[in-house]
């Protein structure tokens, strides 16, 4: 009993702290390294929706890569929080359309399965601009009905700040669900850990105070005269 007990107090000081530290730290990398936000506005359909619930990876504007979907902030055009565009053109791009035609990124067409109704210019004026280093051309998914940098040409060349951008939509879910799974694991470590610790002070308890025998008198019953 004694040997069982000492186990169990050895398990529950190894499992229950471990299993704090990875449920803490797994709640913890969810919450910086991910956020989701609610679709508003119609420009990213049909890719996305309004009322939509999106999932998102928090990145810094130097991993923002061409094709990308991304939150960007621009309070200086977008009053409020951030919007939902794709990364057309990086630093250094050629990005040009003509009118009524495809976009074209240093020479050669992009291919946009994603807009909507097939339109890739969305009756918007045709543009042929160099992207500034540091800075990114976007553009919605509905072409026409997308409020984006083929509207502000004359500022920038409609680009933004890539420092601007705050996450991107994520395509992979591995990392969260491995993330989320391990946050399952500590919490279950962590319970049981806890249950080792209560059984095993239980168990210490009736070792140090052991239940008294009981000196109460034996009550005979009564055996009737002549039996």
């Known amino acids: 009993m004694e040997r069982t007990g000492r186990r169990r107090r050895i ?3 190894v499992l229950g702290p471990v299993g704090l530290v990875l449920m803490v730290g797994a709640v913890a990398l969810v919450r910086a390294g991910y956020t989701t936000a ?18 998102f990876e928090r ?3 130097d991993e923002v890569r061409r094709g990308d979907v991304v939150l960007i902030a621009a309070p200086e055009r977008y009053q409020g929080g951030p919007v ?6 990086t630093g250094g791009d050629r990005v040009a359309e003509r009118s009524g035609g495809p976009v074209t990124v240093n ?4 291919s946009e399965p994603y807009v909507k109704n097939g339109d890739p210019s969305g009756g918007a004026p045709a543009f042929d601009i160099t992207v500034p280093r540091g800075r990114l051309f976007l553009i919605g998914d509905y072409r ?3 409020f984006d940098s083929r509207w502000f040409l004359s500022d920038e060349s409609g680009t933004l700040p890539a420092s601007g951008v705050r996450a991107r939509v994520l395509e992979d879910r591995t990392g969260p669900l491995v993330l ?3 946050a399952l694991l500590g919490f279950a470590l962590a319970i049981t850990g806890l249950v080792l610790g209560i059984l095993a002070r239980i168990a210490r308890h009736r070792e140090r105070y052991p239940a008294a025998p009981s000196t109460a008198p034996i009550a005979w019953g009564h055996v009737p005269p002549g039996s």
């Open 84 to 89: 939902l565009k794709r990364v057309i053109g």
């Open 180 to 182: 989320g799974l391990a």
């Open 38 to 55: 609610t679709i508003s506005s119609q420009a990213m359909e049909p890719t996305y929706s309004p009322g939509q619930r999106v999932l």
């Open 11 to 13: 398990a529950a000081w």
């Open 144 to 146: 026409a009905d997308s």
């Open 107 to 110: 020479g050669k067409e992009l």
């Open 59 to 61: 990145i810094d504007g």
